[in-house]
């Protein structure tokens, strides 16, 4: 044994004998596989087995040495080959490739394609995608340092070098690819990875054709937990498995990946394994061959050999192993050709499925002098021995220089030789050595060895633009960033540097583990001799060191040194000198030496300087002078103004002229004042009660804000944190603006932030929109944090009022005049006369002024006067429509005074000019009108008197943003409250402004009556019109084109006169589409004929006998025919109205017109001034317009969609349309819109332009529809009433709406459509019975809007019988309940329906007589005029009286008529015949016959728009359900009656019964007001209710619901309005509920655009995330899918913390049977929620699976969570609830029985036994019921014996 020991030698002992050894070198022959003689057949194998046991183990043998260290040869490159496959070890992994170590010290790469199928497949759809997917993990999340794989060589390339690169693959298709489906048996040791997630496990890749492999979940559970920390296997996750179970042949393959299964696993005879299939990786049971030095021959599953080279012995046992011994051996590689097998001993590999040991050689790197030569392989390399016994290997290749120097003799055992450790090979636990002097002497061998603020030497590779590579030694390479190429920054490095240059750098950085080094080339850094800084803890107080700056901000310079540590420089030591800009003065890359002020490691903080100390005496000396004149900060002080700097003012602080420095922004509390300031202080001007802000050395930061300097004066300003607390109002001012938010100082130096949130209670789009740095502002304090020297502020105005706005806005508005005042004041102290005389000037003055010129804008300038430079304008709009013209004298009122611009703003208007004196009232309230805008005030005039007031824009000193709605505007109203009755010093009284909603828009000017009037004047007119000129119509003049407008020109004629040529007097013949102005040049002669004179002020043209044609603009024309034309004959000089000219054009008559204005949406090809030919359609009377026609006449057909106007409005029957050239069309109610209203011509107008479709167009009128389902079919907009155009289109059990025609004897007659009338007889009119007929009249006036349900259809009688009963139609009664009229019999119902019957017959009979009437009597039709077939149709029978007229026109006949039936048949009010009034024209029977007949069913929901006395939140405006019907008294019917009232003579006692009765009725009708329970019926109930209840949204909604029965949308949205503006802002969910009902009434009635609108404001004011789970709720209940869709992504982004987002968009996707959608957002969730939320999103994901979609999905879910969770009862519940809601009772029965058997607290137990018990009472049998009560009652036993053990 002790020869053995000393054979193998592994570990501490020395070998004392050695053998000789014969050495071989040879590289062209690889003689490691030649083993032909030993593995030719297995036959041989087993002829040799019997002499191997013979024999003796005789080591010391010479003959079979050669042949032994040719078997034994370890592994090198020459020997792989592609195909082989082995075992390996993951060393490094990377983002695209893992880097594997082989045995024997060999390295693979294996790229990430060779991962797996699935894998790839995934990365190819990232990259087509271009975003990264959420189920990829990258490699370093796959793969970890350590794990076993099994490759396969995939190639072996060569690189330029000559070096061979061996690339791997894992893909099991290529590592298992020599298994075959049949070859699989149970137990076989398999490696796969996952291809795919399912619901109830993972399918495997595990490569093998044919065969599907599954990993259940149960079976991965434990791996899960213990490998992958609980977290889901990821597509692509290399596992190794075992084969469970086989099934169909190899088809389908279980596997199992738990721990104990895998380490356990041995490949055994049984599993049939042959030398084809072969996989590295696998356990075998082996039995020792033969034993040698260099290894063992080992023989394993009966008839396979291989072998174990030294490097894989066990190290415990080597110099131990004999022959015959069994052990257990790992398989290593197999050779695909050879078939060699090479296996391990070493006992990491016996145990499958754990990774090897992470361990790294400590010594990595050293140089060692004598290292022992172990053995030498003539082949591969050289074994060591090093001086801790260990073995170490070195590569043939770095035994020498070169091969040339490579001498084998000198590596005999026992030689000694120095190395270096290069490497560390896992796979064999050795040190890999290096013998070549390059790599021994080489300075930096790896990366480890380099360290931050080295100097190091290397060579340029490369140059690229994101840096210089650099070769450091042959492992290591590094980078220059552009920014280090030198010490300033280099646009053209590769003129400094080429490649092969040597050059010397400084690291910066390195990071060996991610091959990571940065350095600079920066020279100053190279050279200096300074010590660097490479940890926070080097920099020492006082320390000088050399950095570079990386940032420059405005706080300072952050300058980086070694190692990422880093240091900020402040901005008040960047200079000795104050260094406003930092950035204009530093730059990035700059080189700078620093001293360090402060360090805090712990923090890794530190504080720089750039002033590096001086002299100390003189610092000393400076340093008390300094003493004695100091500035503390907080410290009231008087200045003297120095010079102006760019953003402020240099001072010098009293008495000891201390340098200072005061910023614009802090010289008022008024932004717009600081400039106003600025500019007039000057050098030498002193200003008083100054505070010092700051004073760091040198620089002292001033501010003059009177805000901050009384609040320091009142000692309302903490001086550190402890003195905050949260709820504290402070005054400080913006020091600077952020995109998250604005930090504010205080006067003491304190500073917070004010994020955007709160910010404002407007909502913030830009930070910088509401402040501006130096602004002051009041902030409360709502976060202090003492230990990190925090605190949060908000600046909203409710969180910071100072007290009553009113109070407040006046301050700010004196302070503001005030500061304003002395802005005066220092301007009269300037010499210049123009400077003083506006200083001198205030708001109010009246000036006499002379005007000067009218500029384009209409906007007047005076003459400066005596005072040079002066400049005074009124604007067009405070030229108050007056003419003006130069050398004018004009009166004018000084609004304001410009004092930057030094201009002056007046107005002419004569309210302002000619003030009332009347007597004003402080406190009294005024209507004003805005006349001028400042930045933070308005000037107004007083409507009564024309007094100037002031009031302050702003009532707050943060109330800086207003929306554009909000802002004022010249010429708007405001109302105004005095609070000073004289105008003082200022000019102007002071006001407060009222409530905005007192504002009143600026008045437009009214349409002027003649068309010349409404001209916009050309300026150029204007002006020139001073002069007085001696033309008369017909002089030929001549002038220069002074400018050239579209549709006319302007010419100067001699003697300065302005003359004026028109578009049309300019050419004879128009070409069409051209503009004949731009014939003309500007600056051109021409020679013009006068043809006319326009009035300058009208505009008109004038006579030439007036007496003010002189004062005319001359009108001409350039024409070639009237210029040769004898001028005064031929033209008129006689002035024609508009009108008398519009009647020289006839309908038809083309003309040639020019395009003056483009109103809305013009068609691109027009432009102004173009030359168009057109038809005169016709003169509108109303205005002096022609209307012309640019198509031309066109013929109305049939089904043509055309725009009329509407000329007549008839109530309750339709309008009249005309059209151009003389056509007239008629629009039913019924075709007015495909919604029936109440109101259904309320929006047409005479003169309104509407969109129709043609009906029909024989007879002499055409028949119109208006319906948008007609004129816009491609719309698809719901018919919520179809047309009802004949009986053909009504249907038995149809809802319909029609409208009232008339209260018969028999019933009440319903208008369906044009020519269909139904009858509803008077038991299906009501529930109730009134006494009076009085009532049907009242509450059925004809034209109300009715539903009915279709009772029956008779279409050979042509009758339709009716119903508006409520259990008929849904709807309420037609007479409300607070009538109190008694319910009609139920035997007078049936009776009714009887009689019907019986009355059948006899109508045929009455039927014929009407007929023959009907020929005579045909004034009851309707509108229609009906042609000579209409007799075939049968007309209205009626009872008793077939003679009489059934409808007659007129409301006095009707009233004949009724008198007349209720003589004659007084019994037979309530009679039920049963008719229907139907009338049909030959058009419509042709009509239908054309059209295909449309049938339109209408479910009996509930109408859209019913108002509800209950109210559900989540419910539509469209399902609200009505209470009462909506009782409008009709004025008209009331007026009916009255004259029937009167006609009929009563008596005395009658008169006198029914004055009791109508005393009744007003008592009733009190009461009923005074009833607390009586439902609203009226907007002025409603307005009744809101007052006395504000802040119930319930009553909003249903007054909102009202009006939206009425088709009132508009009025609905003014109650929304005001709802909002009433309920109180504490209110917060009654707001919200009227913010979804505006939201659910936009979403059905408006537009996308008012939606959008609302929202946002919605937004603006509630709870972001309730507003948009509202919405998306209203879009999905609407069917508005893809909106739904869109905003849940909105939400994804915005709320991904919320889980009820995630929760309500995978119900939405399953809703809408999106499963798969559903289950990815899942995932989605729980990647983006916390982890403690993720049992709660799972389990509600699995109940909205059970309720909408797969139960078998949800169930796998719930497994899959309780058996992670198995004690979360609140899971186990909601599991419970959904088996027993969806499953069978066996499935309810199994769950109860796992839930009993669980070990959970007595008190949850109870509860689920208590559950079974409760079910089983409900579903089960009493044996159900005992056999629970019994597995309850031995629980309790087992619980107590446990306790009493």
Known sequence: ????????????????????????????????????????????????????????????????????????????????????????????????????????????????????????????????????????????????????????????????????????????????????????????????????????????????????????????QEYIRQKNKGAKLKVGQYLNCTIEEVKGNGGVVSLSIGHSEVSAAIATEEQNWTHNNLLPGLVVKAQVQKVTPLGLTLKFLSFFTGLVDFMHLDPKKAGTYFSNQPVKACVLCVHPQTRAVRLSLRPIFLHPGRPLPRLSCQQLGAVLDDVPVQDFFPNTGATFRLKDGALAYAWLSHLSNSKKLFKPETFKPGNTHKCRIIDYSQMDELALLSLRTSIIEAQFLWYHDIKPGVLVKGTVLTIKPYGIL?????????????????????????????????????????????????????????????????????????????????????????????????????????????????????????????????????????????????????????????????????????????????????????????????????????????????????????????????????????????????????????????????????????????????????????????????????????????????????????????????????????????????????????????????????????????????????????????????????????????????????????????????????????????????????????????????????????????????????????????????????????????????????????????????????????????????????????????????????????????????????????????????????????????????????????PVGTAPTSKLKVGKKITARVIGGRDMKTFKFLPISHPRFIRTIPELSVRPSELEKDGHTALNTHSVSPLEKIKQYQAGQTVTCFLKKVLKHPDKKFRIGQALKATVVGPDSSKAFLCLSLIGPHKLEKGEVAMGRVVKV??????????????????????????????????????????????????????????????????????????????????????????????????????????????????????????????????????????????????????????????????????????????????????????????????????????????????????????????????????????????????????????KQKKAAPSEEDDSGVEVYYREGEEEMEETSVLPKKKHPRPAEAPRLQLSSGFVWDVRLDSLTPALPPHRESSDSEEEEKPEQATQKKSKKERELEKQKAEKELARIEEALMDPGRQPESADDFDRLVLSSPNSSILWVQYMAFHLQATEIEKARAVAERALKTISFREEQEKLNVWVALLNLENMYGSQESLTKVFERAVQYNEPLKVFLHLADIYTKSEKFQEAGELYNRMLKRFRQEKAVWIKYGAFLLRRGQAGASHRVMQRALECLPKKEHVDVIAKFAQLEFQLGDAERAKAIFENTLSTYPKRTDVWSVYIDMIIKHGSQKEVRDIFERVIHLSLAPKRMKFFFKRYLDYEKQHGTEKDVQAVKAKALEYVEAKSSVLED
């Open 470 to 1070: 650099v070769k450091v030694s042959k492992q290591v390479r590094g980078l220059v960033p552009p920014m280090h190429l030198a010490d300033i920054l280099m646009k053209n490095p590769e003129k400094k540097y080429h490649i092969g240059d040597e050059v010397k750098c400084r690291v910066l950085l390195c990071n060996p583990e991610a091959k990571k080094l940065i350095m600079t080339l920066k020279k100053t850094l190279v050279e200096s001799k300074l010590p660097a800084i490479t940890c926070y803890a080097d920099a020492k107080p006082g320390l000088q060191t050399h950095g570079f700056i990386l940032r420059v901000k405005d706080y300072g310079c952050i300058v980086k040194f070694y190692n990422d540590v880093q240091g900020l420089v402040p901005k008040h030591e960047l200079s000795a000198e104050y260094v406003p800009d930092p950035e204009s003065v530093f730059y990035t890359g700059q080189v700078v030496k620093v001293v360090v002020l402060s360090c805090e490691p712990s923090k890794e903080r530190m504080l720089l300087s750039f002033k590096l100390s001086s002299d100390p005496k003189k610092e000393c000396a400076g340093h008390s002078q300094k003493k004695r004149r100091a500035i503390n900060t907080g410290q009231l002080v008087d200045v003297k103004v120095l010079e102006k700097a760019k953003d402020g003012l240099k001072v010098a602080v009293l008495p000891h002229n201390i340098p200072a420095f005061l910023p614009t922004p802090h010289l008022s509390d008024h932004v717009a004042n600081g400039p106003l300031l600025y500019h007039w202080l000057q050098a030498g001007d002193t200003l008083h009660r100054v505070l010092c802000l700051s004073e760091h050395h040198e620089h002292v930061l001033l501010c003059r804000k009177p805000a901050l300097v009384s609040a320091v004066e009142g000692g309302q300003d903490p001086k550190s944190f402890s003195e905050i607390h949260p709820g504290m109002l402070l005054i400080g001012f913006v020091k600077s603006i952020k995109d998250y938010g604005v930090f504010v100082q205080f006067p003491s130096g304190l500073s917070g932030l004010a994020p955007k949130a709160i910010m404002s209670d407007k909502f913030v789009t830009s930070t910088s929109d509401h402040f501006v740095e130096g602004q002051t502002v009041v902030a409360k304090v709502t976060n202090v944090d003492e230990e990190k020297q925090r605190m949060l502020l908000s600046l909203r105005l409710s969180d910071c009022t100072l007290g009553d706005l009113a109070t407040t806005s006046l301050l700010l508005l004196t302070q503001c005049l005030e500061e304003r005042q002395g802005v005066r004041s220092l301007m009269s102290n300037r010499d210049s006369v123009l400077i003083q005389t506006l200083a001198e000037m205030t708001p109010g003055m009246l000036l006499d002024l002379e005007v000067q010129e009218v500029l384009e804008d209409g906007s007047v300038l005076f003459s400066e006067g005596p005072v040079p430079g002066l400049v005074l304008r009124a604007s067009r709009y405070h030229r108050a429509g007056q003419e003006v013209e130069s050398g004018q004298k004009k009166k004018v009122v000084i609004l304001n005074i410009d004092m930057l611009k030094l201009e002056v703003h007046v107005s002419l208007c004569h309210d302002l000019v000619n003030r009332k004196a009347k007597k004003l009232k402080k406190g009294s309230e005024h209507q004003a009108i805005v006349q001028h805008l400042e930045e933070s005030f308005a000037v107004a005039s007083l409507v009564e008197t024309g007094h100037l007031a002031a009031f302050s824009l702003t009532s707050h000193l943060n109330d800086t943003f207003h929306f554009d709605s909000e802002k004022l505007q010249v010429g708007q109203g405001v109302s105004l409250t005095l609070e000073t009755t004289e105008p003082g010093v200022t000019g102007l009284l002071l006001a407060v402004e009222g409530p905005a909603a007192k504002r009143t828009m600026r008045k437009t000017r009214k349409d002027s009556e003649t068309v010349d009037e409404d001209e916009e004047v050309d300026p150029a007119l204007i002006v020139g019109t001073i002069k007085k000129h001696t033309l008369s119509i017909g002089d030929v003049v001549t002038g220069t084109v002074k400018s050239i407008k579209p549709t006319h020109v302007v010419v100067t004629l001699e003697d300065g006169i302005i003359g004026c040529i028109h578009a049309s007097h300019i050419l004879d013949d128009v």
């Open 1210 to 1459: 008839t109530p309750k029957e339709g309008l009249t349309v005309s059209f151009p050239f003389g056509k007239i069309g008629r629009v039913s109610i019924f075709h007015v819109s495909d919604s029936y209203s109440e109101t259904p011509l309320e929006d047409f107008t005479p003169q309104k332009i509407v969109r129709c479709y043609v009906l029909s167009t024989t007879g002499p009128e055409l028949t119109l529809s208006l319906r948008s389902s007609r004129t816009n079919p491609e719309t698809k907009s719901k018919i919520a009433d179809p047309e009802i155009n004949s009986i053909q289109d009504i249907e038995k059990g149809q809802l319909l709406r029609g409208y009232v025609k008339a209260v018969q004897p028999s019933g009440v007659l319903l208008s369906l459509g044009p020519s269909v009338t139904g009858l509803a007889q008077y038991p299906h009119v009501s529930q109730y019975s009134p006494a009076k007929s009085a009532l049907y009249d009242k509450h059925l006036p004809e034209g109300k809007l009715l539903t009915a349900k279709v009772l029956s259809v008779n279409h050979r009688g042509n009758l339709v019988e009716l119903s508006f009963l409520p259990r008929d139609t849904g709807k309420p009664d037609v007479f409300p309940a607070s009538l109190g009229l008694p319910l009609r019999k139920q035997e007078e119902r049936e009776t009714g329906a009887e009689e019907r019957d019986h009355r059948g017959e006899e109508e045929k009979g009455k039927r014929k007589s009407l007929k023959r009437k009907e020929k005579s009597n045909t004034q009851g039709l309707e509108e229609v005029q009906l042609p000579s077939k209409e007799k075939k149709v049968p007309q209205k029978p009626q009872a008793k009286k077939p003679g009489k007229r059934p409808h007659p026109e007129s409301g006095s006949e009707q009233e004949q008529v009724n008198k």
């Open 1 to 220: 044994m002790a020869n053995m020991e000393e054979s193998f030698p592994r570990g501490g002992t020395r070998k004392t004998h050695k053998s000789e050894k014969a050495f071989q070198y040879s590289v062209e022959h690889d003689n490691l596989f030649d083993i032909s003689t030993e593995e030719e057949s297995t036959k041989r194998k087993k002829n040799q087995k019997r002499p191997a046991q013979a024999k003796k183990l005789k080591i010391e043998k010479r003959e079979s040495s050669k042949f032994v260290r040719e078997k034994f040869e370890i592994l090198n490159k020459e020997s792989l080959c592609e195909g082989m496959r082995i075992l390996g070890c993951v060393k490094e992994v990377n983002e695209l490739d893992l880097v594997i170590s082989l045995p024997n010290g060999l390295q693979g790469v294996v790229q990430v394609t060779e991962i797996c199928d699935a894998y790839t497949e995934k990365l190819n759809e990232q990259v087509a995608q271009e975003e990264p997917l959420q189920d990829l993990v990258s490699l370093p999340e796959l793969f970890s340092p350590g794990m076993l794989v099994r490759c396969v060589v995939s190639s072996l390339s060569i690189t330029q070098r000559g070096k061979k690169n061996i690339k791997l693959s894992l893909n099991p298709k290529n590592v298992n690819k020599v298994l075959s489906a049949e070859a699989l048996k149970s137990g076989m040791l398999l490696t796969g990875t996952v291809s795919s997630l399912e619901d109830h496990g993972y399918l495997v890749d595990i490569g093998v054709g044919g065969a599907r492999a599954f990993l259940p979940l149960q079976k991965a």
